[in-house]
């Protein structure tokens, strides 16, 4: 069984950054492909950024390109998303997810595991 846990959100101005983690435990983590996902008020879940778990490649939405970077630290169990230039768009409960495999997945069907999520609001 593969648990997620997210840490680091919080409040911040408009212009400001966070960086959000996610602490994996479980099994084969350096062999999982790895996705940062965002759920704001009355919208659905929508895709922020991916990893894959050798190379590792990136892939963003595009709309935070240039403003956010994921990363891993396999040897950690750790999955990041450094979050910079933010605006109040970017407000919204962000959650970890992890799959088997690897490759560059954006779907939200193509993950098993998931967080709980962190809370990141953006005050403008």
């Known amino acids: 069984q593969v648990h997620l846990v997210e840490s680091g959100g919080g409040l911040v101005q408009a212009g400001g950054s966070l960086r959000l983690s996610c602490g994996v435990s479980g099994p084969s983590f350096s062999k999982s492909a790895m996705a940062w996902f965002r759920q704001a008020p009355g919208k659905e879940r929508d895709f922020v950024a991916a990893i894959d778990w050798s190379t590792p490649r990136t892939y963003y939405a595009d709309s935070v390109k240039g403003r956010f970077t994921i990363s891993r630290d396999n040897a950690k169990k750790m999955v990041y998303l450094q979050m910079n230039t933010l605006s109040a768009e970017d407000t919204a409960v962000y959650f970890c997810?992890?799959?088997?495999?690897?490759?560059?997945?954006?779907?939200?069907?193509?993950?098993?595991?998931w967080g709980r999520g962190t809370q990141v609001t953006v005050s403008s």
């Open positions: 997810a992890a799959a088997y495999g690897g490759g560059l997945r954006i779907k939200r069907s193509e993950y098993e595991y």
